[in-house]
């Protein structure tokens, strides 16, 4: 057992964890933070797309031990006092979203994008989400959504 | 009646209500969960002392069990329980009943049948453990040669894979057939054209996002049983549980949780399910089991891989007399193909289509391979994918034959709109159809003259692009209780809504959404017929215990079924609240006219009640009309009297490298009709998703494997599901031509897109590879298949 210390969506929490610990595990299972979920077994998905440290990480490939002294934010930290952040929003009114499986995986990795690039072309969100799949939503109402949040006009 | 209009992708959004009382684009209730992480899906679920279950699986595609060690596992310290084949034979539980009246293997006891076979599990504390364990099991098998090719599966001296069943000498599986053959003969006798083409719809997967898995809880005080899983048919599924554990019906709950997408892939039984439930029985404490991607791809229900030889029969001036098929289906080592009993191709009989023919004749075979179960699923309705690819592909075929525009060759076959109800050679009977108006309004989207001239160009300059068409009349809405059925249950759905004193409202389905909006668009089909506002109408499903007895979603029939029995449930609602209107207005019910939302005395507007003035006095003091009870509810159980039939009109235009032969899918037009549309900001994100599906099984994905049965595809590095890079934006258009027997006009659309979208991107490639005299060439068309198809070497994906 490793002792590793990691601030999740704003929470300090002090553990011991198996060195084998998948974050994802240490997220779900451990914390109770069940709304980033696992989709793949390979690293492809992306439904499990957390920020750790100002990056966006699949939570899947990285070990907890990896984020001890870390600061971690999941789509269940980007809500604060009820008030949706931008992208929350559009994901809402432009319907990119269906069953909701890939959708908190998807938050993160465009808020990863807006950060570096705030004002993005379609092409360049296109790229941005390559890293993660989607089965219902055929990504153009993504897409659309992200552009929304970024204040752009759709270009196309 | 029908109104065309254009809705094309680059309209402004969120374009007219926000809030309709009623049908209209209307954000959804589910959104507000689903953006915060606060959805609940079945590996959310922690239960105190809750342990976790993994599954061993067989590394052979067909072998004997000799003998199965699990010592070493049970010694495991965080390990509390080991089972085998072997154990559950013990307890009569080794076999279940599949959704085809087959027999599976919950766990093996004889021997292996597929790679990815269930032959043990292990119950333990944490999920790493319960991995940790599967690696101490020694099993002994002894390898029998495995039955890959559907082709070679009926050869003489190939290995008998189901020597289970009693009597079984080969691997037969079932013979079907429909339409007339000496019909179909004669009208190909007296043909000026034929042409024939051996089509292959190759194996895929539905791969939805969320995995399958269940939470089984069996409390041994009360003896009741809770399973939170991951099915669309939470009551079909109590019900077959209660028939196989011997659990009494009221003493099982099934719960349908949030669920990751299903595509079908969630119809099913999976051993898993009963492996959580014995766990559960044998702990007393819950169990959960999720399985990992590989898992999901090697084990769980595929869709297709149907091998066909169609013919189609026209004259010279391109009447198409008639279109015949012989099929070759690989239904893997059990048939657990989900279809009514009465259809074990499912609807497959649909495959004339959207045309007009004299005859046509239908014979397939299905055998067994030493490969996973499945069929249907993955948007398929009951087989429709395939039928509707052979026939826009035969009709793309003879259109090459006869040098004639593909539109045009549609064009002058659709049955006509005054056809309608319109009986098929094959014996369906469609419901309403205007076609020749939707395929226009796609042609016009598509631009569709200048595209041929566009292509002209390029092709004078030696650049390869490709415009494919394609047109499909779907069936979905099983359906007629008289020819319907899942293993003995009707299909028809329940639907219970009731009016709080306050006049909230909550209605409960026996559908189960997996992301297609039904808690949104049941509300809005409900505030259409009575007046309440959908934000005051809550929807339930998914849970066996609080919701109506139906057979779930699938094969598009939320809205032909569930959807006809919220509005009739809705209207009976209604019809008491009119005669308690009567009494609060003191007139006759006869003199009351129903406003959306209020009854008013004819002639007199201001003398009016609200729905919500209704639902408190039918809760409140005061008398109630002579013979009317007190509040305001009903229920229904709705038997459809036939199907719906949606049709839709695609364009796609492609793009080829010509030197790495890489396809590009450029454009896609996407007309669909469904009849009424209750929300099309919904319709359209569902179309926009099967579209997807189309690229995806078109171009990239296949379940393949070698010639020891190893599974090729299994994992997301080799199954290959479209990104945001792969697909286009799309274009979506609509007309409506409603349903004339559904209580609002509305049909199902969900897999139309999915349906609909292969032919016309397969089309498209050929259309493109003309100037290397390609007729055929089949899915999935990646870079290197399409290389070969260039080089003359087009071969089947098998």
Partial sequence: MTRISVKVDGTNYQDEVEPRLLLIHYLRDRLGLTGTPVGCDTSNCGACTVDLDGASVKGCSVLAVQADGSEVTTVQGLTSNGEWTGLQQAFHERHALQCGYCTPGMLMAARDLLRDNPHPTSDEVRHALEGNLCRCTGYQNIVRAVLDASEQEVRT | ?798
């Fill in chain 2, 1 to 798: 009646m029908t109104t065309v209009s254009p809705n094309g992708h680059r309209t402004a959004f969120v374009d007219n209500d926000q809030k309709p009382c009623g049908h209209g684009r209307m954000l959804r209730k589910e959104d507000p969960r689903f953006v915060r992480g606060k959805g609940r899906y079945v590996d959310d679920l922690q239960l105190p002392g809750m342990l976790h279950l993994a599954v061993l699986r067989s590394p052979l595609a067909h072998a004997r069990v000799l003998s199965v060690d699990t010592s070493l596992a049970e010694a495991h310290p965080k390990v509390r329980l080991v089972v085998t084949g072997a154990m559950l034979a013990e307890k009569g539980l080794a076999w279940m009943p599949t959704l085809s009246g087959d027999v599976q293997a919950v766990l093996a006891t004889d021997k292996v049948r597929f790679q990815g076979q269930e032959v043990a599990f292990v119950v333990a504390e944490d999920r790493y453990a319960a991995r940790d364990a599967l690696e101490l099991i020694d099993v002994e098998y002894e390898a029998l040669d495995p039955v890959i090719d559907v082709r070679t599966a009926l050869s003489p001296d190939t290995p008998v894979i189901r020597d289970d069943l009693e009597g079984k000498a080969d691997n037969h599986c079932f013979d079907w057939e429909t339409g007339d053959a000496a019909e179909a003969e004669a009208a190909f006798a007296r043909a000026d054209v034929v042409v024939g083409e051996d089509i292959v719809y190759p194996r895929v997967h539905p791969a939805p996002m969320e995995t399958c898995g269940a939470v089984a809880d069996y409390d041994p005080v009360d003896g009741k049983l809770t399973l939170w899983s991951t099915t669309q048919a939470p009551h079909a599924h109590r019900t077959l549980y209660a028939l196989v554990a011997g659990l009494p019906e009221h003493k099982i709950r099934v719960v349908s949780p949030d669920i990751g997408g299903g595509f079908g892939n969630k119809v099913p039984i999976y051993p898993g399910y009963v492996c959580a439930i014995v766990g559960s029985l044998f702990t007393g404490k819950p169990v959960k089991w999720m399985e990992d991607r590989s898992e999901n791809l090697i084990s769980t229900g595929f869709a297709r891989d149907y091998v066909m030889r169609g013919e189609i029969a026209a004259t010279r001036d391109g009447k198409i007399l008639a279109l015949r098929t012989q099929v070759l289906a690989d239904h893997g080592a059990f048939n657990g193909t989900a279809a009514p009993v009465k259809y074990p191709a499912g609807f497959f009989g649909v495959f004339t289509g959207s045309y007009d023919l004299e005859a046509a004749y239908c014979k397939m075979t299905a055998v067994y391979t030493n490969k996973a179960p499945g069929g249907v699923a993955y948007a398929c309705s009951f087989r429709i994918t395939e039928a509707v690819y052979l026939v826009e592909r035969m009709v793309d075929c003879l259109a090459y034959e006869l040098g004639m525009d593909p539109i045009e060759l549609r064009m002058r076959n659709f049955i006509r709109p005054e056809q309608f109800p319109y009986r098929t050679r094959t014996g369906w009977v469609y419901d309403s159809g205007n076609y020749a108006p939707t395929m226009e309004l796609a042609r016009q989207m598509a631009g569709y003259e200048e595209l041929r001239a566009e292509q002209a160009a390029k092709r004078a300059r030696g650049e390869l692009m490709g415009i494919g068409v394609s047109f499909f009349t779907e069936a979905v809405g099983a359906g007629p209780r008289k020819d319907m059925d899942i293993l003995g249950l009707g299909m028809a759905d329940g639907c219970e809504l009731r009016v709080h004193p306050t006049g909230k409202a909550v209605v409960r389905l026996s559908v189960q959404s997996q992301g297609q909006g039904h808690e949104t668009t049941f509300a809005q089909i409900v505030a259409e017929e009575l007046g309440i506002p959908p934000q005051d109408i809550e929807v339930v499903h998914g849970d066996t215990d609080r919701t109506p007895f139906g057979l779930g979603t699938y094969g598009s029939r939320s809205t032909p079924v569930s959807g006809a029995a919220a509005a009739l449930v809705a209207r009976k609602v209604r019809d008491k609240a009119k005669l308690i209107a009567s009494s609060m207005l003191e007139v006759s019910a006869a003199d009351l006219e129903w406003a959306k939302g209020s009854f008013q005395v004819a002639g007199d507007p201001k003398a009016s009640v609200t729905i919500q003035d209704i639902a408190m006095r039918a809760h409140g003091a005061g008398d109630l009309p002579d013979g009317v009870e007190g509040g305001l509810e009903a229920q229904i159980c709705y038997n459809p009297e036939n199907l719906t039939y949606p049709h839709g009109a695609y364009i796609c235009v492609v793009d080829i490298d010509p030197g790495t032969a890489k396809v590009t899918v450029r454009r896609f037009v996407a007309v669909d009709d469904c009849g009424t549309r209750i929300n099309p900001m919904i319709i359209e994100g569902q179309v926009h998703g099967g579209l997807t599906d189309g690229v995806g099984m078109a171009l990239m994905e296949m379940i393949a494997f070698d010639e020891d049965g190893n599974c090729l595809s299994g994992s997301l590095m080799d199954y290959l599901i479209p990104t945001s890079l792969e697909v286009p934006d799309w274009e979506t258009g609509f007309t409506v031509t409603p349903s004339p027997h559904h209580p609002i006009g509305a049909k199902g659309v969900g897999e139309s897109a999915t349906v609909g979208s292969p032919p016309a991107i397969v089309n498209a490639v050929v259309d493109a590879l003309r100037p290397f005299g390609v007729r055929h060439a089949d899915m999935p068309l990646t870079p290197s298949r399409v290389w070969e198809a260039m080089q003359g070497r087009p071969t089947p994906p098998i």
